[in-house]
T-cell receptor
Framework: AQKVTQAQTEISVVEKEDVTLDCVYETRDTTYYLFWYKQPPSGELVFLIR??????QNEISGRYSWNFQKSTSSFNFTITASQVVDSAVYFCALSEAHDYKLSFGAGTTVTVRA | SAVISQKPSRDICQRGTSLTIQCQVDSQVTMMFWYRQQPGQSLTLIAT?????????ESGFVIDKFPISRPNLTFSTLTVSNMSPEDSSIYLC??????????FGPGTRLTVL
């Protein structure tokens, strides 16, 4: 069975600080997909990024960057120069190619203080 | 990405009653899912809504409690039956995107008194 662990429950930073969210996963499939979602206080779930198991290239999108390392089964997410609008709950998730069902981590609440 | 709407956006219900939540997508999609998010918790998959056949339920969820319909490729409903306060949650539908990502509806916030 697949499993996603987000060990950090809450992170609080001051604006402009960098923040890194950890995600560790378990799966027996060789083909799988990893995701990050953002859930702001308004409640909607916003898709941020998808990575498949064969693509270990790191990715940068604006102030967001992702580090995927199969050797350690980790898919970490960094917000550079955080802003108050980054305050949200961030979920890491995994799906396997045979059914696409998402398994979510427990989520990390990020609070950015002005 | 697909535009997904859910009705109602929120509701307050009495215990013992049932509520049907609708999920509408603006384009045809192959796979639709229903998730539950209990207060302060992460998301848990309830079932995969299969077009033209019975939904596939996850462990801990049964059809009598959460009947699901999916009459076509753009619409699905989830009913929460014989509700109790423990059913108070956000219920979200999602659709599978072209690159195996899932896009979520805005959610239905249910409170059971």
């Amino acid at each position: 069975a697949q499993k996603v662990t987000q060990a950090q429950t809450e992170i609080s930073v001051v604006e402009k600080e960098d923040v890194t969210l950890d995600c560790v996963y378990e799966t027996r499939d060789t083909t799988y997909y990893l995701f990050w979602y953002k859930q702001p206080p308004s409640g909607e779930l916003v898709f941020l990024i998808r990575r498949n198991s064969f693509d270990e290239q790191n990715e940068i999108s604006g102030r967001y960057s992702w580090n995927f390392q199969k050797s350690t089964s980790s898919f970490n997410f960094t917000i550079t120069a955080s802003q108050v609008v980054d305050s949200a709950v961030y979920f890491c998730a995994l799906s396997e190619a045979h059914d696409y069902k998402l398994s979510f981590g427990a989520g990390t609440t990020v609070t950015v203080r002005a | 990405s697909a535009v997904i709407s859910q009705k109602p956006s929120r509701d307050i219900c009495q215990r013992g009653t049932s509520l049907t939540i609708q999920c509408q997508v603006d384009s045809q999609v192959t796979m639709m899912f229903w998730y539950r998010q209990q207060p302060g918790q992460s998301l848990t998959l309830i079932a995969t809504a299969n077009q033209g056949s019975e939904a596939t339920y996850e462990s801990g969820f049964v059809i009598d409690k959460f009947p699901i319909s999916r009459p076509n490729l753009t619409f699905s409903t989830l009913t929460v039956s014989n509700m109790s306060p423990e059913d108070s949650s956000i219920y979200l539908c999602s659709v599978l995107g072209p690159y195996n990502e899932q896009f979520f509806g805005p959610g239905t916030r249910l409170t059971v008194l």
